[in-house]
């Protein structure tokens, strides 16, 4: 028997029709999942709150301080001894800095460190901006540890220059010095009672004002400056300000009035809100 064939374009549409639907409702479907995956999970209230306080502290990062050996010397028979400033007393001995100029050069002065009737010399000092600029800070900080005993006596220097930091190796019985970007002094920056070593400078021509943290660990000194870390700009600056007769790091930028505080603990730099 011969069957007909008018009907099969109808049953061809149905079936057409059905793989259609079954496959958008597979898209839609797909479609949806996607959308549930692409969602961002909601954070937390306790999640947020802890990113913000992440972004309130900077961690400084310390490197190790080169020590230099300080080598004898004599200053020259033409020039004149103008000042002499007396240190502690290091193995029962007077220490003592004596700085010299050359008669006809203002723009210079030499510095000498006496101990026990030797002179230890560390150059011109002035860096052309004469004796009158030359300042000696007394320091007087032991370093300890089961390996070392580092005694910092003093450092000298002018306002416009770094700094030599006069350090004395007890276990070796050597003068040693290391270079510092300003004025040394011994403060109590995080209230806990034990004075931590900073070297400030006040800025000078188009360098900014900045602060190196100097810190005793594992056995040797290490440094931190602390400008070129606030993460603002090439033209960051940090000072040392007195604020509630706290102790307090003022970060900012060269000519915008805008400047945030900090308090330090224990190589963490944390923001003051208040």
């Not at 992440?54 to 033409?78: A, H, R």
């Not at 400033?85 to 050359?102: G, M, N, T």
């Not at 000072?239 to 009035?257: Q, T």
Request: with cysteine; charged share 25%; net charge negative.
């Amino acid at each position: 028997m011969i069957k007909s064939f008018n009907k099969s374009p109808v049953k061809l549409s149905l079936l057409g029709l059905t793989m259609v639907l079954i496959l958008s409702g597979c898209a839609l479907t797909n479609a949806e999942s996607n959308e549930k995956t692409e969602q961002k999970p909601v954070q937390s209230h306790s999640t947020e709150n802890k990113n913000q306080n992440e972004n309130q502290s900077i961690q400084l990062t310390f490197k190790p301080v080169t020590m230099m050996d300080v080598t004898q010397g004599e200053p020259k028979k033409i020039w004149e001894k103008v000042k002499s400033i007396s240190l502690e007393e290091q193995d029962a001995a007077q220490v003592s800095i004596h700085l010299y100029v050359e008669p006809g050069n203002e723009n210079s002065a030499y510095a000498f460190l006496e101990h026990k009737g030797e002179l230890f010399e560390f150059g011109d000092v002035a860096d052309t901006f004469g004796l009158d600029d030359v300042v000696v800070e007394s320091v007087n900080q032991s370093f300890l540890s089961d390996k070392k005993n580092i005694k910092v006596f003093a450092g000298i220097g002018t306002t416009f220059t770094g700094w030599d930091i006069i350090s004395y190796d007890e276990e070796h019985s050597k003068w040693l010095r290391f270079e510092a970007i300003g004025r040394p002094q011994m403060i109590d920056l995080d209230g806990d009672g034990i004075k931590e070593m900073i070297a400030t400078f006040e800025g000078a021509h188009l360098n900014a004002p900045d602060i190196s943290i100097v810190r005793w660990n594992n056995g040797h000194l290490e440094f931190s400056e602390i400008a070129a870390q606030s993460g603002i700009s090439d033209k960051s600056y940090a000072r040392l300000i007195i604020k509630d007769n706290l102790p307090v790091v003022e970060i900012g930028e060269l000519g915008i009035e805008k400047s945030e505080y900090y308090k330090y603990t224990k190589g963490l730099l944390v923001k003051i809100t208040d």
